[in-house]
């Protein structure tokens, strides 16, 4: 059962990947249906494993030997429990919304069942990845999900920016493959398995060191995947490829896998208190980071790529926390899947209709030519932003308070993020829907089909009720527990007292942009003579300009030299003996008297040698 | 008798062949493939015959050939060889359908002699990977130079004469040193047996001192690192694979080149173990060095076909690495990389070739926008560099990672080195593959290139395909290497080391 998960997607892959011509008539409903059978596989799996008493939960299954060298073993097996089962769920329930969102959104487009290809792969690697019951077959799954993100980032591959943002992504996401291998390695000679279990029963007795060791390069990992400080900066880039992508695996599953690996591997973090510092480090980097970017974004896209990087690293501050924290990053995980999935397809479905613009400047007004788009929209807004009822409140307040009870700074990095995630969502709002029309002369805004909103609708209730679905029917904190174990915060502050300091502050943030976006006409074109701050912002905090002197010119210069070096140093000096005994300088005419002098030369050589090796072993 | 005769096969091809009227080429190209195909299949049997319980050599077949100075005619093989083996007949006949017009406008040689060569280089290299006879060995190690020097002098590109005479050159110093150092061992073993000999075999059991076994591994090293060939002593490779024909490179840099690695892991290894540790601590800082200096310069490369060289110095030097830690997963590693390596530089160099040959120009900066007019051929180069990448699902990927983790266990920093050459892998790959098949097409571009063909999808498929399939079941050829390897690890004197934490509690 476990294997058919994945195996129906990988199966629809093959056949639209391999089929050619012949499939692209239906090839986009094979990969609808393999994605959708699989959530169907995955909702029977739940309901078995709800029935299930708590000790009994866990299921494994053990396909055939996949490396067996030394004391090197690894069994190509699956484990499915409470964490992966709610994973599977995601993937495959967001999943499948995106493939029938896409088959409206890339209806015109020539190479349309490629791009199901590459998605029914990604959703095969995805659930390898989170269904892996080892950290090596993870790390399959692991490259696998980067693949397939690279093949549809650069889908537009006549693109140049597109096929930049692709390379990009993979070469700084294979940085933080090197902290995955390293970890892997380090686990290896440390507990002499890479099961998720033999490493979970000896974290006990390993080493502090190796396990602080472990952990960070397991972070290192994360950032890569999840985009996180100082690794962020490919994500912004990724948004080169088709919305739906952007939603699939840059918002709702891809880049979440950081947090999970967190999660999964938190029998190390447990016993690292140093490795959880630099967790908690990050994620509040990250956090403020990808909200302040997100504020000064004009293309649409990237302004929730920014948010994602924030609410990512809300995620990985949670995970940072401990056994307070690893069932609420899980839970702000899925929450956020549902809604910032919404929001791009949103963004997606207003694109649809702007002729492909991303320029948020150009929109404006469109709550009433889009009802359904901006009803949907309006949705995520409300719960990314954290208003209760809606699903973000419950996962983020959850988070804030638990980081409160850690240390006080920390607490105040969330809740001011929180502030400006209100800001930058309430500036998009207004930008998009609201105040007068800017459009461009030739647009004619108009609603979406029912092919893409009715995935927009789903996604939207999932927004709406799906926080409290899942903490009040699905009691997410117990449900995970057996997994990655929890703690209650030990808190000074109560929630009773954080909450509406919380919303207070949320407000604050909505009405500021309300009053700046909202009520201010919006020029055109973004002014030039702005404060330093947006300036920094607009420019990803300059991400892009530190990679490239610290990395990408020093390495070119090197590059360079070395290429020199190599034809003109090494070759130059071999060149240069064999000229000198007459071999090589042979012109190419000359080349039968060449080999024939060259040849006795070395002969010569060759006697001496011999000569000398005999003495030297003393004939 | 099977050894060889698999080796004799292609030889009797080669002749049949080149007594062929040069009228008729596409017969001779048909009877070499058939040759060729025939070779494999034979390999196939000899594979399929193998006793993975045990690392000795099997297959043993020896005849006194110069009873005089107790040289002969010693065949045999285990696990590691017996998959080179196979490699090399899979590569010959692919080699041969994806070049097979290659040779047609060659200046001074015909299409016949083209894959009369083949053959011959064929037979030398399964001779190479056989013989367990030092001399022979030698002998099949100098032979094979010479269709390898014709290939490239004859049916190469502008500088091929250059570039021919250059690999002759190389190969023949480091030839040199190994004969040298060759004579000088079995002088020892005249001295400690009364009777000189050259057999593997009693070699490996003699006790040689410490002091002449450093001596003397070096004048096989030397041989070995140039044909690998490991940084500083690689430069030749670069020029010969640009300028050989394809099908050449991937026999060359595929198949030639692991005769050098083979040698380290087959006899230096068991014939010097007290050497072997001696200087594994430089060999190690060597390998490493190659692997970046290998990727750093592929990444600088302007030409196609010098930057697929200059990866190949870089997975060198991570089979170097895996062999001179002497862990299991070292040298289980290292010899499913030189099979892997062999497949997946293959696909590179045919592909690449097959667009070469459509647009005229090796010149990196002479293409772009490929997918668009060439979308499968496309599809095939992606996958072949996503395997030279090492990327998790290919069978690349298991053997790297196999050669990280025995390293780790013995050599951090050394481990911790190559392991950010993957980043460096796929800087060199992705980058190539934006400059060559992505954004829009130049007009050169579209007036030239056509959609990969018939004939060379069938050359370059199988290829993928093992790439693929051994990626997910490695076990097929590890459960072959994992004895030899043993048994090479038994020669050396070297256990793995146990991990630091006893997860059973079966510890003291």
């Keep these: 059962m476990i294997a058919a998960l994945i195996g129906l997607p990988l199966f629809g892959a093959v056949v639209l990947l391999l089929g050619g011509r012949r499939t692209n008539a239906w090839g986009h409903l094979l990969a609808v249906a393999m994605s959708a059978s699989s959530f169907f596989v995955a909702a029977i799996l739940f309901v078995q494993m709800i029935g299930k008493p708590e000790e009994e939960r866990e299921i494994g299954q053990h396909l055939f030997d996949w490396i067996a060298v030394g004391a090197f073993q690894i069994p190509f097996g699956f484990l499915l429990d409470q964490l992966s089962i709610v994973f599977v769920l995601l993937i495959t329930g967001v999943g499948t919304l995106i493939h029938i969102y896409s088959i409206g959104y890339m209806e015109h487009e020539p190479n349309r069942r490629q791009f199901f290809g590459y998605l029914n792969l990604f959703i095969a690697a995805m659930l390898l990845l989170v269904l892996a019951d080892n950290y090596f077959l993870l790390y399959l799954g692991w490259e696998s999900v980067g693949l397939a993100s690279y093949l549809l980032i650069s889908f537009y591959q006549q693109k140049p920016s597109a096929a930049a943002a692709g390379k990009k992504a993979f070469i700084v996401n294979r940085v933080g493959d090197v902290g995955l291998a390293l970890a892997i390695l380090l686990m290896f000679v440390t507990f002499g398995t890479l099961s998720f279990e033999g490493v979970a029963a000896g974290a006990g007795i390993a080493s502090p060191s190796t396990l602080t060791w472990i952990g960070l390069a397991l972070l290192l990992a994360a950032c890569g995947k999840s985009a996180q400080f100082p690794l962020q900066s490919w994500l912004l880039d990724a948004m080169e490829g088709p919305t739906p992508v952007s939603a699939l695996i840059h918002a709702a599953t891809m880049v979440t896998a950081g947090v999970y690996l967190i999660v999964r591997a938190h029998a190390i973090f447990d016993l690292s208190e140093t490795a959880r510092t630099a967790v908690v480090a990050v994620g509040a980097i990250t956090l403020l980071l990808g909200a302040f970017i997100g504020t000064a974004k004009d293309d649409i896209k990237k302004g929730l790529a920014g948010s994602t990087m924030s609410q990512i690293g809300y995620m990985i501050l949670a995970a940072g926390l401990g056994p307070v924290g690893y069932v609420f990053a899980i839970f702000h995980l899925l929450t956020h899947g549902m809604f910032k999935a919404g929001l791009f397809l949103g963004a997606g479905s207003v694109m649809h209709g702007m002729h492909d613009d991303v320029n948020m400047r150009h929109y404006g007004a469109l709550r009433t030519m889009m009802k359904v788009t901006y009803a949907t929209f309006g949705l995520g807004f409300l719960a990314i932003i954290g208003i209760p009822p809606f699903a973000g409140f419950w996962s983020k307040d959850e988070i804030i308070h638990a980081a409160f009870g850690q240390n006080m700074f920390i607490g105040l990095a969330t809740l001011l993020g929180a502030g400006v995630t209100a800001f930058y969502m309430t500036r998009m709002m207004a930008m998009t829907f609201f105040g007068e029309a800017r459009w461009e002369p030739d647009v004619k805004p108009h609603e979406s089909s029912a092919v893409m909103t009715i995935p927009m609708i789903v996604l939207a209730l999932g927004s709406a009720f799906g926080g409290m679905a899942m903490l009040f029917i699905g009691d997410i904190e117990h449900w995970l527990e057996p997994v990655t174990g929890f703690a209650y915060p030990q808190n000074s502050v109560s929630n009773a007292v954080l909450i509406p300091i919380t919303l207070s502050v949320i407000l604050v943030g909505a009405g500021y942009a309300w009053l700046r976006y909202g009520r201010r006409p919006i020029p055109v074109v973004a002014p030039a003579n702005v404060s330093l701050l947006t300036r920094t912002a607009r420019a990803d905090a300059y991400g892009d300009a530190i990679n490239e002197s610290l990395f990408m010119r020093p390495g070119q210069y090197l590059t360079r030299s070395l290429t020199w070096f190599d034809t003109k140093a090494i070759d130059g000096f071999v060149g240069g003996i064999a000229a000198a005994i007459g071999g090589l300088s042979a012109r190419s005419r000359r080349l039968q008297n060449g080999l024939v002098r060259s040849y006795a030369l070395t002969m010569l050589g060759g006697a001496a040698l011999i000569a000398l090796v005999l003495l030297l072993v003393r004939l | ?508």
């Design chain 2, 1 to 508: 008798m099977l050894l060889t005769t698999m080796l004799l096969i292609p030889l009797v091809g080669s002749i049949v062949v080149f007594l062929l009227p040069v009228a008729k080429a596409a017969l001779a190209k048909q009877v070499a493939l058939g040759f060729a195909i025939v070779t494999l299949a034979v390999s196939l049997v000899v594979v399929a015959g193998l006793d993975n319980s045990t690392g000795l050599l099997q297959y043993v077949e020896s005849y006194e050939w110069i009873a005089a100075f107790g040289i002969s005619w010693t065949l045999g093989v285990n696990g590691i060889s017996a998959l080179l083996i196979v490699m090399s007949t899979i590569l010959v006949p692919v080699a041969m359908i994806a070049g097979w017009w290659d040779a047609e406008n060659a200046t001074r040689g015909t299409a016949k002699g083209y894959f009369a060569l083949i053959l011959i280089l064929e037979s030398c290299m399964i001779g190479a990977f056989a013989a367990n006879d030092l001399f022979l060995f030698y002998v099949f190690f100098e032979a094979m130079l010479f269709p390898v020097y014709f290939l490239i002098g004859r049916f190469g590109g502008p500088q091929r004469a250059y570039a021919a005479m250059k690999f002759l050159l190389y190969s023949l110093v480091g030839g040199l040193f190994m004969l040298a150092a060759m004579i000088g061992l079995y002088v020892v073993s005249a001295r400690e047996l009364g009777a000189g000999t050259f057999d593997v075999v009693t070699l490996t059991s003699l006790n040689i001192d410490p002091g002449t076994q450093k001596m003397l591994f070096l004048g096989f090293f030397f041989a070995f690192a140039v044909k690998a060939p490991m940084v500083p002593f690689h430069t030749w490779l670069p020029d010969a694979a640009a300028e050989a024909t394809p099908g050449t490179s991937t026999l060359l840099v595929g198949v030639l080149d692991k005769v050098g690695t083979f040698g380290m892991l087959h006899f230096l290894l068991p014939i010097f173990p007290e050497a072997s540790k001696f200087y594994a601590p430089i060999i190690i800082v060597l390998a490493v060095i190659s692997i970046f200096y290998g990727a750093l310069v592929a990444i600088g490369q302007t030409d196609v076909m010098r930057l697929i060289a200059f990866t190949s110095i870089s997975h060198f030097g991570f089979i170097v690495l895996g062999i001179f830690v002497f862990t299991s997963q070292g040298l289980s590693g290292a010899s499913f990389y030189m099979v892997n390596h062999g497949f997946s530089t293959g696909a590179l160099f045919l592909v690449m070739g097959y667009l070469v040959s459509r647009r005229g120009s090796k010149r990196i900066a002479d293409y772009g926008g490929v997918q668009k007019v060439a979308p499968i051929m496309t599809g095939v180069f992606l996958l072949s560099g996503l395997s030279s990448l090492a990327l998790p699902g290919m069978s690349s990927f298991v053997s790297e990672f196999l050669v990280l983790a025995g390293t780790f266990a013995v050599n951090q920093p050394a481990a911790i080195f190559a392991t950010l050459g993957i980043v460096l892998a796929a800087v060199y790959i992705l980058w190539l593959y934006q400059r060559m098949m992505t954004g829009m097409p130049p007009q050169e571009v579209t007036e030239t290139v056509t959609e990969i063909n018939r004939r060379e999808l069938t050359a370059v498929v199988p290829l993928i395909v093992l790439l693929i399939a051994l990626g997910f079941f490695p076990q097929v050829a590890l459960n072959a290497i994992n004895p030899a390897v043993q048994q090479v690890q038994e020669y050396v004197g070297f256990s793995d080391p146990q991990a630091t934490v006893e997860i059973e509690g079966s510890g003291p």
